[in-house]
């Protein structure tokens, strides 16, 4: 089992910038990626980045490209979502998620942490 708890999350104006933090513990070794999902109120979640445990490799959605950048730091188990230029339609629970290879489904979440941007 792996666990997940993010931070970071909170009250910014719009063109501020957040970082989000994401602990994992449990059995890390078995985690291939780790990614950011949000969700809206009244939206599906929807993928914000993710990357590979090992070797990087970030993946952005098209709304996150040029704003956001997602990093880990395998020796603290932490993976980050800094974000910028942010936009109050990022406003959201973000959430972490990891998965075990790069085909099964994301099969571990954190609580989220909420994000709110105002205009």
């Known amino acids: 089992q792996v666990q997940l708890v993010e931070s970071g999350g909170g009250l910014v104006q719009a063109g501020g910038s957040l970082r989000l933090s994401c602990v994992a513990s449990?059995?890390?070794?078995?985690?291939?990626?780790t990614g950011w999902f949000r969700q809206a109120p009244g939206k599906e979640r929807e993928f914000v980045a993710s990357?590979?445990?090992?070797?990087?490799?970030?993946s952005y959605a098209d709304s996150a490209k040029g704003r956001f950048t997602i990093s880990r730091d395998n020796a603290k188990n932490m993976v980050y979502l800094q974000m910028n230029m942010l936009k109050p339609e990022d406003t959201a629970v973000y959430h972490c998620?990891?998965?075990?290879?790069?085909?099964?489904?994301?099969?571990?979440w954190g609580q989220g942490t909420q994000v709110t941007v105002s205009s």
């Open positions: 449990g059995r890390t070794s078995s985690i291939y990626s």
């Open positions: 998620a990891a998965r075990q290879n790069s085909y099964s489904a994301w099969g571990y």
């Open positions: 990357i590979t445990w090992s070797g990087g490799r970030p």
